[in-house]
C-alpha cells in the first residue's frame, strides 16, 4: 500500500506561481513512476507531467498545455515529489492529484486526495 497527500494548492492570480508537494508514506521506492494529473469542473481528469524511473536517469514529459511553465521533480531520499508551476493561467483551476505506479505481477495505482489550484483572472 502507498498512501499519498498532496499539498501546496490555494487561490492565485494570473502568472503567480505555486509549488505543488506529494509526499508517499507506506511501501515506498525511489523507482516508481509518478505522475500530476488535473482535473477541472466538468472535464476528465488529465495528465499534466509525468516522471518514469529509468537506470539511465529519470524520463519526464509534460502535458503541452504546461511545457516550459510546469517542472516536475522529486526526492527519492524524501520519498517526495513535487510541481513548481509558473506563470498560472485560469485554464489551470483544477484539483491536482498525484499518481504513483507500483509494478509488480499485478500493477498497483495510488492516487491522493488531491489539492485545489485555484487561478483568477
Known amino acids: 500500500q502507498v498512501r499519498l497527500v498532496e499539498s501546496g494548492g490555494g487561490l492565485v492570480q494570473a502568472e503567480d506561481s505555486l509549488r505543488l508537494t506529494c509526499v508517499a508514506s507506506g511501501r515506498r521506492a525511489s523507482n516508481y513512476d509518478m505522475a500530476w494529473y488535473r482535473q477541472a469542473p466538468g472535464k476528465e481528469r488529465e495528465i499534466v507531467a509525468s516522471?518514469?524511473?529509468?537506470?539511465?536517469?529519470?524520463?519526464?514529459s509534460y502535458a503541452d498545455s504546461v511545457k516550459g511553465r510546469f517542472t516536475i521533480s522529486r526526492d527519492s531520499a524524501k520519498h517526495t515529489m513535487y510541481l513548481q508551476m509558473s506563470r498560472l493561467k485560469p485554464e489551470d483551476t483544477a484539483i491536482y492529484y498525484c499518481n504513483v505506479v507500483v509494478p509488480g505481477p499485478v500493477e498497483s495505482i495510488y492516487w491522493g486526495q488531491g489539492t485545489q489550484v485555484t487561478v483568477s483572472a
Open positions: 516522471i518514469r524511473f529509468s537506470f539511465r536517469g529519470d524520463i519526464i
